[in-house]
């Protein structure tokens, strides 16, 4: 993986866990606050690149990638990429996508609720295997 990718889901991680790491540092938290307008936009990079390499790499080389700590970390950053990618760029796929079909707009507030109860631990997860994928 290009080192642009994990250093775009450790900013979507740290974006999904902001709510905690404002609480614990206001530096930190001031600066994150200065992203949150593109948080939508971050979302769905997150949910597209993770997609496109969950597909269309990892499935092919699926044995291979469990054999080694990278691969699995890379593995285990693609999931996370989704499902916070999912989270962050919920309003604006339900604004541009999903307004025009009520069930569908349903069972995406549902799945949003659902994964936006655990959003701070997917993003120290993602955080954190995006910077273990990094550095493996």
């Known amino acids: 993986m290009d080192i642009l990718i994990p250093i775009l889901a450790i900013i979507g991680g740290l974006l ?3 709510s905690l790491i404002a609480q614990k540092s206001q530096d930190a938290g001031n600066a994150l606050k200065k992203l949150a307008p593109y948080q939508g936009v971050i979302g769905v990079i997150l949910l597209i690149l993770g997609l496109y390499y969950f597909l269309f790499h990892s499935l092919a080389h699926l044995g291979a990638m469990m ?3 990278a691969g ?3 593995l285990i950053m693609q999931i996370l990429m989704i499902l916070v990618g ?3 760029s919920y309003g604006l796929l339900s604004e541009k996508l999903l ?3 009520e069930t569908a707009q349903e069972k995406g507030a549902q799945a949003a609720r659902k ?3 655990i959003q701070i631990p997917l993003g120290i997860a993602l955080a954190i295997c995006a ?3 990094l550095i493996l």
């Open 16 to 18: 999904a866990a902001s």
């Open 67 to 69: 054999k080694y700590s």
């Open 72 to 74: 699995l970390f890379s």
């Open 86 to 88: 999912f989270i962050l």
């Open 99 to 101: 307004s025009k079909n």
């Open 115 to 117: 994964l936006t109860s």
């Open 131 to 133: 910077l273990l994928a």
